[in-house]
């Protein structure tokens, strides 16, 4: 059976970083796509960054040049380190394994104070 974990998430200051982990245990890992998504309140759910087997990776917009994702294949993780948060950067944050079916986390809190 698949699961994510994802941890990490807080309070923190605008302009403060915070580092997400999400551990994948299962038959998944090093051929999957792995995205980090995050939900505002009253808003759908977005994608932020996603990194694919090779090691490539795409960003939103919003978060090019503060976010990067990493990925660890020995540890079955994925990291989202985010700096420079913003308030508008608080929200729910998912991660999410793709392959041939989609596997999700329960969610972190990331609350980003003005």
């Known amino acids: 059976q698949v699961q994510l974990v994802e941890s990490g998430g807080g309070l923190v200051q605008a302009g403060g970083s915070l580092r997400l982990s999400c551990a994948a245990s299962?038959?998944?890992?090093?051929?999957?796509?792995i995205g980090w998504y995050r939900q505002a309140p009253g808003k759908q759910r977005e994608l932020v960054a996603r990194?694919?087997?090779?090691?490539?990776?795409n960003y939103a917009d919003s978060v090019k040049g503060r976010f990067t994702i990493s990925r660890d294949n020995a540890k079955k993780t994925v990291y989202l380190q985010m700096n420079s948060l913003k308030p508008e950067d608080t929200a729910v944050y998912y991660c999410?394994?793709?392959?041939?079916?989609?596997?999700w986390g329960q969610g972190t809190q990331v609350t980003v104070s003005s």
């Open positions: 299962g038959s998944i890992f090093s051929t999957n796509t």
């Open positions: 990194i694919i087997s090779g090691y490539s990776t």
């Open positions: 999410a394994a793709h392959g041939a079916r989609d596997y």
